[in-house]
C-alpha cells in the first residue's frame, strides 16, 4: 500500500513539474497575444511635388491600407506644394474612398498648397506646425500658342494643339470651381472664408490657418497619429509607414528646360516636327520653368 502511494506521489511530482515547464512555454505566446496592439495606424508621405508617378504611389499605398484588416486608420504625412491638376484629383478621390472606411488625420509637416491641400481636404482632421502652410486653393495652366505655325498644314484647327487658348481658360475656370467647390464642401461649417475669398488662392500660416478653418489644430505627426488611433478605437496600436516614391520633377510634369527638344524626339530627327502643344494643367504653388505663359484664373464666382 505505501509502494503504491509513493508511485502515486512521484507521479503528482512529475505530472506538476511537466505543467510548469509547459507553463513557461506557452505562457509567453499567450501574455503576446493579450498585450499585443489592437490595431495600427499607417502613416503614408507625400513628401514631393504630385506627378502621376507620385500619386500613383499614394493612391496605392491607401488601396492597400484599405484591404490590410490589421490597419485601422490612415495618417497622411503631407510636404507638398502640389503639382498636376490631374493627379492632385486622383488623390482627392483616393483620400475621401478611404476617408468612407476608416479615420484619415493629416499631418501637415511643411506645406499643403494647391493639389496637396485639395488632396488633404476630405480628411477627418487637418494638423499644422506654426511654422507649416496651407490653402493656394487654386489653377494654373500653360497657354498653348494660337495659329498653325509657318510651313505647316493641318486638316482642323486643333490639329497641333490640345486646345485654344480660350478652351484653356474655360478648363482653368471649371478646374477652380471645381477645387474650390470641394474645399468647401469638406470643411463645411469649420471654414471661416467665403468662396471670393478662398479664390484668391492665398497661402496660410498654420496657425492662421487653423483660425480660418482651412486646418483643425496645431500638433506634429504624433499627435495626428494619436487622434487617428483614438477615432479607429484602438487604445494600444503599432505604427506602420508607408513611404513613397520620389521622382524628377520637372521630368515628370513634362516642365523640364529642355522640353521642347524631348516632345515629338522621335519624329523631330526625320519630320524636323516638335510634337502636340500640350497644356499643362497645374494645381501648384510656387513657380517652375513652363514653356510659354501661364495663366492663373481665380475668379470670385
Not at 511635388?49 to 486608420?73: F, H
Request: net charge negative; proline share 4%.
Amino acid at each position: 500500500m505505501s509502494r503504491r502511494l509513493s508511485t502515486v506521489g512521484r507521479l503528482v511530482v512529475v505530472a506538476a513539474v511537466v505543467g510548469l515547464l509547459v507553463g513557461a512555454v506557452v505562457a509567453p505566446t499567450v501574455w503576446d497575444r493579450t498585450t499585443g496592439p489592437d490595431g495600427s495606424v499607417a502613416v503614408i508621405e507625400m513628401h514631393s511635388t504630385i506627378t502621376t508617378e507620385t500619386a500613383s504611389g499614394v493612391v496605392d499605398n491607401l488601396r492597400d491600407a484599405r484591404r490590410n484588416d490589421s490597419i485601422d486608420a490612415v495618417v497622411l504625412d503631407v510636404d507638398s506644394p502640389g503639382g498636376s491638376a490631374a493627379a492632385s484629383e486622383q488623390l482627392y478621390l483616393a483620400v475621401k474612398r478611404t476617408q468612407q472606411v476608416m479615420p484619415v488625420v493629416v499631418s501637415v509637416t511643411g506645406m499643403a498648397a494647391s493639389g496637396s491641400y485639395y488632396m488633404s481636404a476630405p480628411a477627418d482632421a487637418i494638423y499644422v506646425t506654426p511654422a507649416s502652410s496651407v490653402g493656394s486653393v487654386g489653377v494654373r495652366a500653360t497657354l498653348p500658342s494660337e495659329g498653325v505655325p509657318n510651313g505647316e498644314v493641318v486638316t482642323g484647327p486643333d490639329k497641333g494643339s490640345t486646345g485654344t487658348q480660350t478652351e484653356v481658360r474655360q478648363r482653368v475656370e471649371s478646374l477652380r470651381r471645381a477645387f474650390v467647390g470641394s474645399v468647401m464642401a469638406e470643411r463645411n461649417d469649420s471654414i471661416a472664408l467665403t468662396r471670393a475669398e478662398l479664390s484668391h488662392a492665398k497661402v496660410y500660416s498654420g496657425v492662421r490657418g487653423v483660425e480660418l478653418g482651412l486646418a483643425d489644430s496645431v500638433g506634429g505627426v504624433d499627435t495626428a497619429i494619436g487622434d487617428a488611433a483614438g477615432r479607429a478605437g484602438l487604445g494600444d496600436y503599432a505604427v506602420v509607414r508607408m513611404e513613397s516614391p520620389q521622382p524628377d520633377v520637372l521630368s515628370q510634369l513634362g516642365l523640364g528646360a529642355d522640353t521642347g527638344s524631348e516632345r515629338g524626339a522621335g519624329t523631330h530627327a526625320t519630320f524636323g516636327y516638335s510634337g502636340t502643344d500640350t497644356v499643362h494643367y497645374l494645381m501648384l504653388h510656387g513657380s517652375l520653368e513652363t514653356p510659354g505663359t501661364e495663366v492663373s484664373i481665380n475668379a470670385s464666382q
